[in-house]
């Protein structure tokens, strides 16, 4: 009898730590904004493509004097932390029928992807109402912090990089 008592509430524990599990799945997931874009050359993307990975993501548009002022320091920190696992990518919005995105980052020496014509993701997923904007997302997926600020001296951009990238060599 104390034999199969046991069993039971092994079973119970059990069971409850997987139910507490899928809970915390459940609401991880619920963090995780789903999206889905594609480059210029057509290759899709979302945000299961950069899962277990820090991830900046930049809101722009080749139209934005801000944005053009900022993804200089973003394309020095792609570059320092790029080894470590950060991945920095650039969603284009509001872009005229002949613009080129990925040719205009590049022209400016910008190496991180562009993903084009992503004006719906950049505001029904993100709540983008302007650029630029700069989403720091955990490498589970989560969005850490946004901010609209363009200037290249402040610090934070780089602090939080860094942080994204202690959280995933956790």
């Known amino acids: ?4 008592l046991m069993i039971i509430i092994v079973s119970v524990l059990a069971a409850a730590s997987v139910f507490a599990d899928e809970s915390n799945q459940q609401q991880l997931d619920k963090d995780i904004p789903r999206w889905s874009l594609q480059n210029q050359q057509g290759e899709w993307f979302n945000e299961a493509s950069y899962l277990g990975k820090p991830l900046i993501i930049s809101v722009w548009g080749t139209w934005c004097h801000y944005c053009k002022r900022l993804h200089p320091e973003l394309q020095r920190i792609y570059e320092k932390y790029n080894d470590d696992g950060l991945e920095i990518v650039a969603i284009s919005v509001n872009e005229q029928p002949d613009a080129n995105p990925a040719e205009e980052l590049l022209s400016r020496g910008i190496t991180f992807p562009t993903l084009v014509n992503g004006d719906d993701v950049a505001v029904n ?3 983008a ?3 630029p904007l700069t989403l720091f997302v955990r490498p589970d997926g989560s969005i850490l912090g946004r901010t609209m600020l363009s200037d ?3 610090q934070r951009f780089e602090k939080t990089a860094e942080y994204l990238v202690s959280l995933a060599k956790q």
């Open 129 to 131: 109402f302007g650029t």
């Open 1 to 4: 009898m104390q034999k199969l």
């Open 152 to 154: 290249p001296e402040d």
């Open 125 to 127: 997923v993100f709540d």
